[in-house]
């Protein structure tokens, strides 16, 4: 005769798995946060670190351009010719704008987001027009541009459904 061992301690019906109180919170769907979403809250901060060294440089390409007319030189000829004043003003401009939203979206500012997507995408747009002046840089700073563009689109949306 076999006899089963009967337990000492009473049936745990969670025995072996997690019980609810040890399991942590699903990520609520209406910030924006959850599956995939980890690049985008990150690009998010990168983007407007990246917007304020953009601005600040722009700031210091439209001081350099006001200051002397010959630091660019154009590349052939070009349908979208400005002075290098004028582009020393846009620059200047720009760049100030552009460094004041990436203060706001590291803020996480309300405003930010949509002020930034709007003003990243003049950015990219100013820069195509300069390219004959400053090629590379151009190249570069219009990949800077797309990428705050899709940061600030994919990123999280806590400002916009709070």
Known sequence: ?????????????????????????????????GAGSGWASGGTV??????????????LNGIA??????????????????NLTTWGWIHLILGVIVTITGYGILQDSGWARAVGIGIASLYVIAYFLFLP?????????????????????????????T
């Open 1 to 33: 005769m076999s006899e089963n061992p009967t337990p000492t301690t009473p049936h745990d019906p969670d025995h072996g798995t997690w019980s609810s109180k040890h399991r942590s919170a699903e990520p609520d769907p209406t910030l924006g946060y």
């Open 46 to 59: 990168f983007a407007g670190v990246l917007m304020m060294v953009s601005g600040i440089l722009g700031i």
């Open 65 to 82: 351009g006001l200051a002397k007319d010959d630091v660019y030189t154009r590349v052939g000829d070009y349908t979208y010719a400005f």
């Open 133 to 161: 002046y400053a090629p590379v840089w151009s190249v570069i700073a219009i990949g800077i541009g797309v990428f705050v563009i899709w940061a600030l689109a994919e990123g999280p949306k806590s400002a916009a459904r």
